[in-house]
């Protein structure tokens, strides 16, 4: 028998994913808020459980039997503060489960000039940025934790920029961006899992990291739209290194050039 995950949020990320890992022999069971997701789960083969972090009772003992748990909630106004998330800690606690993937944003450092590097939170205190106050809280419970932090997610039908009009002025224009395709979070998380490597924070995003003006007037002349309006005012940015995952995982990024990622007609539905 493969090993076994159970997946908190089969979306963008988590269902792609969950297809990855079963393509790879494991045994992935996967939740969703929406009961009528559970047949499109169980179609791609997995187990599909309805749970939602804020009801205690979804919580299914069968969903929290797995050796790995992976907790992938996009962000939104009813999940940025540490309470929402208790309950699910604690009854992993319960679970037995001992390693965690808590995936998590890089917007957790603060833009002040700087490269960006997974231990620079530590002076951060508690109370400063609700996420981390989230890692924080899944770092301290009785379990594993790794923490991943993404950059900007791009890939599938997220092409990049697509929201941005000529009309609406794009500020930062020389900020860095600081982004990440689909196929390299999930290398990231396959590549956690496969060394098994617990206890660790990840910075997630590309090798390169073209000025938001140079990345998106790109992006938007190869779909067929042009003059975007940038800010040209310089604004506070930060770069976040990839140094360490790239190390301890011995990983390349399979779109680690973010331009020649844009570029690649088979990668994309412009329109």
């Keep these: 028998m493969g090993k076994t995950i159970s997946i908190i949020g089969c ?3 988590g269902l792609p994913l969950a297809e990855h890992l079963i393509g790879k022999g494991w045994i992935v069971k996967g939740s969703t808020t929406s009961e009528g997701k ?3 789960l169980k179609a791609i083969g997995i187990d599909p459980f309805l749970l939602d972090i804020a009801d205690k009772n979804s919580f299914d003992p069968n969903f929290f039997n797995s050796d ?19 309950s ?15 995936i998590s944003s890089t917007s957790v450092y603060p833009s002040e000039d700087q490269i960006a590097y997974e231990g620079d939170t530590e002076s951060i205190a508690n109370d400063t940025n609700a996420l981390l106050d989230i890692e924080r809280a899944f770092q301290s419970a009785d379990f594993e ?3 991943i932090r993404f950059g900007g997610l791009v890939g599938g039908v997220r092409y990049p920029g697509r929201f941005f009009t000529a009309e609406k002025e794009i500020k930062g224009a020389n900020q860095p961006v600081n982004l990440i395709h689909l196929d390299d979070c999930i290398q990231i998380i396959y590549q956690v899992l496969n060394k098994d ?14 000025s938001r003006k140079e990345f998106y007037s790109i992006a938007a002349s190869l779909s067929g739209r042009d003059n975007l309006n940038f ?3 310089d604004i506070a940015f930060k770069i976040i290194s990839n140094d360490k995952v790239k190390r301890l995982l011995k990983m390349d990024f399979i779109h680690g050039d973010l331009i020649q990622m844009l570029k690649d007609d088979s990668l994309w539905n412009r329109t």
Excluded: M
């Design 145 to 147: 934790t790794t923490v």
């Design 68 to 86: 790995y748990l992976l907790v992938n909630i996009p962000p939104s106004k009813n999940y940025r503060e540490v309470r929402a998330y208790l």
């Design 231 to 233: 800010n040209e005012e």
């Design 11 to 13: 979306g963008w990320l």
């Design 38 to 40: 559970l047949i499109q």
């Design 88 to 102: 699910i800690i604690k009854a992993i606690e319960d679970s037995g489960i001992s390693k965690v993937i808590f």
């Design 197 to 210: 490597c617990f206890d660790e924070v990840f910075n997630g995003v590309a090798d390169t990291h073209p």
